[in-house]
């Protein structure tokens, strides 16, 4: 802590930013941009009970075997009981607690994770992923990186993709065709159709599609990317350089 105050390190995630992270304080993100932004959010929020609002507890209650509840102040998938995997013991067990402190809990309904082809040990199979993407924020600026962290749920059928329950992580490519310099490989027929196929051979859906007849958006670089371009050009410009003077003795 004596390092970061003297600013001899830098933390990418702030001490106390862990308050954000309270399950709670996600039903409040609508509200919180409306309020302070004055706009609505643009990508909604997954339906979310608080039970401790007024009918909200007996609703649950009468769903429980549909949805999925977690404990506000859980983290790594500790805790979250997914009603139409769990047993009747372990979803009598959640009625009792969720009574006894409603507050302490959300639910919501089962996101239905999409699905990619994941090396297992007998070989190719499905398994649910989620995609996490990062924003960093200097204090003046703010981008998102272009990736991301895929996160996947190794064992079949799980839907919890949290490392300390079993989940594990994959390659995050981003593809841009305007980077493609090298030989391409045309493909016939119609290409929408191409990947409808893919998707359904996988059970993947995509996570970015611009609409038909649009260009791709181009990539948005951060600050340390432009560095790190412009570097790596005058580094390849000094080789040429040492190259040239070479052949030339």
């Not at 958006?217 to 371009?229: G, I, T, Y």
């Amino acid at each position: 802590m004596l390092a970061a105050r003297l600013g001899n390190v830098t933390l990418a995630n702030a001490v106390g930013n862990g308050v954000a992270d309270d399950k709670l304080v996600y039903t409040y993100v609508p509200d919180l941009i409306r309020y302070y932004l004055g706009e609505e959010p643009v990508i909604p929020n997954v339906d979310t009970w608080r039970l401790e609002d007024p009918g909200a507890l007996e609703e649950v209650l009468d769903r429980l075997e549909e949805l999925v509840v977690k404990p506000v102040d859980g983290s790594g998938g500790k805790g979250l009981v997914v009603g139409p995997d769990a047993s009747r013991e372990t979803l009598d067990d959640l009625r009792r607690s969720l009574r006894a402190d409603p507050r302490g809990w959300i639910a919501q309904p089962v996101v239905q994770l999409s699905t990619i082809p994941t090396l297992v040990e007998d070989g190719f199979r499905p398994r649910h992923v989620d995609l996490r993407p990062f924003a960093v924020n200097d204090g003046h600026d703010i981008w998102v990186l272009p990736g991301g962290l895929t996160r996947v749920a190794l064992p079949e059928g799980q839907l919890v993709v949290n490392s300390s329950q079993g989940g594990g992580s994959k390659d995050t490519w981003v593809l841009d065709p305007s980077l493609f310099t090298g030989p391409t490989t045309t493909v016939e027929g119609d290409p929408d159709a191409a990947a409808d196929e893919v998707s359904l051979a996988t059970g993947a859906i995509s996570i970015v599609s611009p609409p038909k007849g649009e260009p791709h958006p181009p990539f948005l670089s951060s600050p340390q990317d432009e560095d790190l371009e412009q570097r790596h050009h005058q580094q390849q410009q000094q080789q040429q350089q040492q190259q040239s003077g070479g052949a030339a003795c």
